[in-house]
């Protein structure tokens, strides 16, 4: 099944495609287990493409910006993937997943693809498995994959793990330059840029540009000898785009003169092998048979401050540590 499956996704199908997120998304066991199967098979396809992240405030305009950019680059000569994660409801796990509608002009381009999909809760406004979708992009032949995240918070920690570039995106109303100010955005970002920079807003974009790059220049630069690069666009009337896509090429040719991509890469893999590791050993504590017969009684305890919550998982811990000792 894995071949065939594979062999489509290689062949641009976007039914295999889609069909192979899909597969890579689920949390159901056996699914897990092809979609394993499916990735070490496919994993020599990947890795060729320029792997960008994007993130902003509500409001930002980041799919106008994702949507303009994709269509510049496609009329470049690019293929263009773009994993959007919509944010769920904690209640029903359901999502919104209208980044297809707003990429209108987008998505109907034979060369583009979009994916939203739902964060599912996850920390970061990442899917859990966006790191997977993206190398089956790559495999089905996009060379530029854009992931769009929910918004500013622990998304930039999170993208970072994920891509070759991160790309922040501001407005010049609501304040956004000053949430570019903090020091943790700023410190992860590759590339700001002042997006609705048209009508009678272009004074209060360049004005928002010029305060961000004075407040870079007074930030430790994500890498040795690099400094981030502040502009300003249009996603409306399209204005600053190919400056924006030259800044983007720019930065990723740099990583590879400098031999800095496989490095980053190899440290995002190794991250991501612990990020398994954790969530595989937390699936495995969870059904224990042990965690659940005495967990109900210590939450009892732990809801009603009789019990702290550290106390209350050495307990759990040291019981499945003493019996798969003896």
């Not at 998505?107 to 994916?115: E, F, M, N, S, T």
């Not at 009508?199 to 930030?219: E, I, T």
């Not at 400098?258 to 050993?281: F, G, I, K, M, Y």
């Amino acid at each position: 099944m894995t071949s065939t499956l594979a062999d489509g996704v290689r062949k641009g199908d976007r039914r295999a495609l889609a069909k192979a997120i899909t597969l890579v998304e689920s949390e159901r066991t056996d699914h897990r287990v092809i979609a394993s199967a499916l990735l070490d098979e496919l994993l020599p396809n990947t890795g060729g493409a320029i792997r960008v992240g994007v993130s902003g405030a509500p409001g930002s305009g980041k799919s106008s910006v994702i949507e303009a950019l994709g269509m510049y680059a496609i009329a470049a000569g690019h293929r263009v993937a773009v994993l959007a994660v919509d944010p769920s409801s904690t209640l029903s796990g359901g999502s919104i997943l209208g980044d297809k509608t707003r990429m209108a002009e987008l998505g109907r381009q034979p060369d583009a693809y979009i994916r939203p999909s739902p964060s599912g809760g996850t920390l970061g406004g990442v899917a859990r498995r966006t790191r997977e979708a993206l190398l089956v992009c790559e495999a089905a032949g996009f060379d530029l994959v854009l992931v769009e995240t929910v918004g500013v918070g622990q998304s930039e920690v999170a993208v970072a793990d994920l891509v070759d570039l991160f790309l922040l995106i501001s407005s010049p109303t609501g304040g956004d330059e000053l949430q570019g100010i903090k020091r943790g955005i700023m410190e992860l970002a590759d590339i700001i840029v002042v997006n609705k920079a048209d009508g009678d807003l272009l004074g209060a974009a360049n004005l928002a540009a010029a305060d961000l790059r004075n407040a870079v220049h007074l930030l430790r630069p994500k890498r040795v000898g690099w400094e981030v690069q502040v502009g300003t666009c249009s996603a409306l009337e399209g204005g600053g785009i190919e400056e924006l896509w030259t800044l983007i090429t720019d930065a990723h040719r740099r990583l590879v003169s400098d031999n800095e991509l496989p490095t980053l890469r190899s440290h995002q893999a190794t991250s991501w092998l612990w990020d398994e590791v954790t969530e595989a050993l937390l699936e495995r504590f969870r059904r224990d048979p042990l965690v659940h017969g005495r967990l109900p009684e210590l939450q009892v305890e732990v809801a009603a401050g009789r019990l702290s919550p550290r106390a209350a998982s050495a307990e759990l811990l040291r019981a499945v540590v003493a019996r798969d000792e003896s």
